[in-house]
């Protein structure tokens, strides 16, 4: 069965940092492009990071750009999400993404999540 466990996630200070990992297993890790995403309470999803799934290509939300570096490991089936110069508005629950767009007609996106893992920046 398809599985993305975050783990990492806690309690840091403001300007501290934290390094969440994502471990995936019942699927070809290798084939997917990897995303982390967030949400605060109040607030809608939003897209932290991408990585593409040969990590030839990353991306990153304006907010996090400089701070927070993505990374993979297809060895190990795991994506990082190193987060650097935390803010109080970085606080909370961060999601690991798995997609993959398979051609064909019609194209279909088969697309997994983890349960999420909680991040608290406070002082």
């Known amino acids: 069965q398809v599985q993305l466990v975050e783990s990492g996630g806690g309690l840091a200070q403001p300007g501290g940092s934290l390094r969440l990992s994502c471990a995936a297993s019942?699927?070809?890790?290798?084939?997917?492009?990897m995303r982390w995403y967030r949400q605060a309470p109040g607030k809608e999803r939003e897209l932290v990071a991408f990585i593409s799934s040969t990590s030839d290509s990353t991306n990153y939300a304006d907010s996090v750009k400089g701070r927070f570096t993505i990374s993979r490991d297809n060895a190990k089936n795991t994506v990082y999400l190193q987060m650097n110069g935390l803010k109080a508005e970085d606080t909370a629950v961060y999601y690991c993404?798995?997609?993959?767009?398979?051609?064909?007609?019609?194209?279909?996106?088969?697309?997994?999540w983890g349960q999420g893992t909680q991040v608290t920046v406070s002082s």
């Open positions: 993404n798995a997609r993959r767009t398979i051609l064909g007609i019609p194209p279909t996106i088969s697309d997994f």
């Open positions: 019942g699927f070809t890790f290798s084939w997917y492009a």
